[in-house]
């Protein structure tokens, strides 16, 4: 009898299961879904930069091109469908109250260049969420304009390189340890200073011994994530903070994991001098699809005067949007522009919506929920996936490849496996200092019966994994769209443009 991995179609499509091709293949020369009128002549005002070929944009009519990403979306897993278990990712729920919030015209309709005597609600909204940043973290100032997590770490360097440099003192070293985001050492890289790694210890934190051996003069600051991204809080931060402080450097933390501290701690009684808060992760509208971003940073009292520009800042009875260094307003000492607007306006709408629904128990439970989550997928699974880490942990439970080794399946043939079942991939790989990584973080929006169906179906892989079904998780995704790629060829030689005469050759 035929199973569902080897019917085939003339079509290609599989049922309700439709396949796809690149919207380039798609392409008819001179179809177009709207009519538009021929361009009057007018005088050239580009200087130098008019287009002189064309575009290269596929020829499409209008319902090809809903039916193209309309076919696409269905095959996109979305948090919306089932549990987004990537770690260090915080994929929840996104609250629909909030979407509707950031629609309204007042907000979705504004443009970057009005009068600011126009958008004095769109100002009341960035300073009242502002404040919220400000009384969750415990810092007393905060930088809006950044415009994601990555973009976050870069203020946050270039503020402490202008507080150092305000001192006429040069730095050139930032540590980084093994545990952090990627994003920090390359970061530190761009803002100029050579980064050098700090070890963890056997507990997989930061290894703080090691840590004061490389503590001196030299050191510009310290790039740590706090809970890590083993899942772990560093329970030893604020003898780090005093010990960095020491020698004279800064303390950066990277603040992507904050929805498992948020209401619990507060980050400025740590000893933290910067911090950006990924309002994309933390207060809905989790990323992915190259949706927008936010990052604004925290700051403490020794950087706050360096913040980047533009800033909203009372005048008199209204806000104003500063734009260049000022000493009344108190801006002189600012780094300069960090981007051409003021953050992204629909994460500002999204995030207070989020908080203000939620409130301060609302957020602390939150924070509370996702640990639990966590921690009760570490319980169900520790007896038979490998712990890298006794428990507990916080928001994500991280396991490694040890329970596989001799039954010849890998962390990647065990998610390919995943997709099958209906669940995206956990986060593989990563951190770096586990072998074959497998990261959960379920998020507080979870409820015990998705996490029990989640639980169930990781238990029935890892059991056929030890079984020796090596053959069956080798060939997997089998109910997918497509079969498994080949991901080394699409790393090494990527295809980034359509090439009709590529498709010819090939025939």
């Excluded at 629609?103 to 100002?123: C, K, S, Y």
């Excluded at 207060?283 to 950087?303: I, K, M, N, Y």
């Excluded at 800033?311 to 801006?331: F, W």
């Amino acid at each position: 009898m035929a199973g569902p991995e080897t019917v085939t179609t003339n079509s290609g499509h599989r049922g309700l299961d439709l396949a796809e091709t690149l919207i380039f293949e798609l392409d008819s020369p001179g179809r177009c879904g709207v009519d538009l009128e021929q361009a009057p002549d007018l005088p050239n005002r580009l200087g130098g930069l008019e287009r002189t070929a064309p575009i290269g944009l596929p020829g499409l009519s209008e319902p090809q091109v809903i039916r193209h990403f309309v076919r696409l979306s269905r095959n996109n897993f979305a948090i919306d469908a089932g549990l987004y278990p990537l770690g260090s990712c915080t994929m929840k729920h996104n609250p629909r109250l909030n979407e509707k919030m950031a629609r309204l015209p007042g907000f979705a309709d504004l443009h970057p260049m009005q009068p600011v005597e126009t958008v004095q609600g769109a100002l009341e909204l960035i300073d009242s969420l502002a404040e919220w940043l400000i009384t969750l973290t415990g810092m007393p100032a905060v930088a809006m304009s950044p415009a994601a997590g990555a973009h976050g770490e870069l203020c946050g360097l270039m503020t402490i390189r202008a507080a150092l440099e305000a001192k006429g003192d040069a730095r050139e070293v930032v540590l980084v340890p093994t545990s952090a985001h990627g994003t920090n050492p390359a970061t530190a890289a761009i803002c100029g200073y050579r980064i050098e790694q700090i070890p963890a210890d056997e507990r997989g934190r930061v290894d703080v011994a090691a840590l004061k051996e490389k503590l001196g003069p030299r050191v510009a600051a310290i790039m740590l994530t706090n809970p890590n991204t083993c899942g772990l809080f560093e329970n030893q931060i604020i003898e780090i903070a005093e010990a960095v402080h020491g020698v004279g450097a800064y303390f950066y933390c990277d603040g992507a994991n904050f929805n498992a501290i948020m209401g619990k701690v507060r980050p400025g009684d740590l000893g933290i001098d910067c911090m950006h808060l990924n309002l994309h992760k933390t207060f809905s509208t989790p990323h992915g699809g190259g949706g927008p971003g936010s990052g604004p940073v925290v700051l403490a009292e020794a950087l706050a005067p360096f913040a980047p520009l533009p800033m909203v800042v009372r005048d008199g009875d209204g806000l104003t949007l500063v734009e260049q260094k000022s000493e009344d307003l108190g801006t002189a000492g600012s780094f300069g522009r960090l981007k051409g607007f003021h953050g992204q306006m629909g994460m500002f709408v999204r995030a207070l919506a989020f908080i203000l629904s939620h409130g301060a128990d609302g957020l602390r439970q939150a924070s509370e929920d996702a640990v639990l989550n966590a921690n009760y997928i570490l319980a169900r699974l520790q007896d038979l996936f490998s712990l890298s880490f006794p428990g507990p942990c916080m928001h994500e439970a991280l396991f490694d490849d040890g329970f596989l080794k001799d039954t010849g399946v890998s962390t990647l043939d065990f998610a390919k496996a995943m997709i099958d079942e209906g669940f995206h991939p956990m986060t593989m790989y990563f951190p770096l200092v586990v072998s074959g990584a497998m990261l959960m973080e379920p998020t507080e929006s979870e409820s015990k019966a998705s996490l029990d169906q989640f639980i169930a179906s990781m238990r029935h892989l890892g059991q056929r994994a030890l079984a020796g079904d090596s053959e069956f998780f080798a060939g997997a995704p089998y109910l997918a769209p497509y079969r498994r790629l080949d991901e080394t060829q699409a790393a090494r030689k990527p295809v980034l443009r359509w090439q009709p005469q590529a498709k010819e050759a090939a025939e």
